[in-house]
């Protein structure tokens, strides 16, 4: 049975798709987005969180540490050892519980029958389950073997279109509806956001516009690199003749997105001004009569 790593099960989700969801986070994304909100779901391994916000330093967690760089008992304060190897031995002395490990394999039995628990409310409001991520072409295989497994159910990926052509076609073809983003038109202007180049995600594009399949493009309003009227209209000619395109949503920049970076031991340093309000421009599209909509 294939297996896979989730960071998140969210239950009576509303904005991943029609009716109530139960969406799923498989953790691993290639692309490293300077904005990026779930920084768990980029590395592809398990790995530790901590509230450092409330944290007394009362050091029970260095003592029980096997990798503690001071030695498995002495040293007090905020602790998150470099050579963390994620056995979660911290997390059951914490008092406050403020240490988790982010991210567990599951089977896709597993997996499948933990959402099937939602199944009459699912149902009842006409929702059903979606993958994201991370991104879920990370763990293609296991995103296949789940959205077939799950046939029963109204079925939706969220994804950044980064990832080989076959896995994707794949993917879609499981899928009742599709959430694809499309943060830079620009190859080039691509790399230099995520980390990688466009080309990947715009040959996808290209592929689900063809493929008939229901699907909405999303675009993060990051100010100053996305909400630019060049790369918004870029989309928009990419989109003009997009039949089953239901709609665009210009997804507004998580001014918190800095927060988790410390609780995983990593830097946040966006390198654009966070403090503008970024421009939504939705006359750019509605003047294409490409359908809109501000979350």
Not at 97 to 121: F, H, Q, Y
Not at 157 to 175: K, W
Not at 187 to 208: D, F, S
């Amino acid at each position: 049975m294939e297996k896979g790593i989730i960071f998140d099960i969210k239950q009576l989700a509303v904005f991943d798709g029609p009716g109530i969801r139960t969406t799923v986070f498989l953790k691993g994304c290639p692309l490293r987005c300077r904005w990026c909100h779930n920084p768990e779901g980029q590395k592809a391994a398990p790995e530790l969180m901590v509230s450092f916000a409330r944290c007394t330093g009362c050091g029970a967690c260095r003592a029980v540490c096997p990798v503690s760089e001071s030695g498995p008992a002495s040293g007090t304060g905020p602790f998150l050892p470099e050579r963390c190897t994620a056995c979660g031995a911290c997390t059951l002395v914490c008092p406050g519980n403020l240490r988790k490990i982010a991210g567990k394999e599951w089977t896709v039995e597993e997996a499948a029958r933990r959402v099937r628990k939602d199944k009459p409310v699912l149902l009842a409001t006409g929702g059903g389950v979606t993958l994201s991520g991370g991104e879920p072409l990370y763990q293609a295989d296991f995103a296949e073997a789940l959205l077939a497994e799950l046939s029963d159910l109204h079925r939706a990926v969220e994804t950044c279109g980064y990832g080989s052509g076959e896995h994707f076609r794949r993917i879609v073809s499981l899928c009742d509806f599709v959430y694809f983003d499309v943060k830079l038109a620009d190859p080039e202007e691509h790399r230099k956001w995520t980390g990688l180049p466009g080309g990947p995600v715009l040959a996808n594009l290209e592929y689900l516009k063809s493929s008939g399949k229901p699907h909405s493009i999303r675009i993060p309003l990051i100010p100053g690199v996305t909400d630019t009227e060049e790369n918004l209209s870029a989309a928009a000619d990419l989109l003009k003749n997009d039949t089953a395109l239901v709609r665009v949503e210009l997804l507004p920049y998580q001014k918190t997105a800095g927060a988790k970076y410390r609780m995983t031991g990593r830097k946040y340093d966006p390198g654009f001004p966070e403090e503008r309000e970024p421009a939504a421009r939705t006359e750019i599209f509605r003047e294409r009569g490409i359908p809109v909509y501000v979350l």
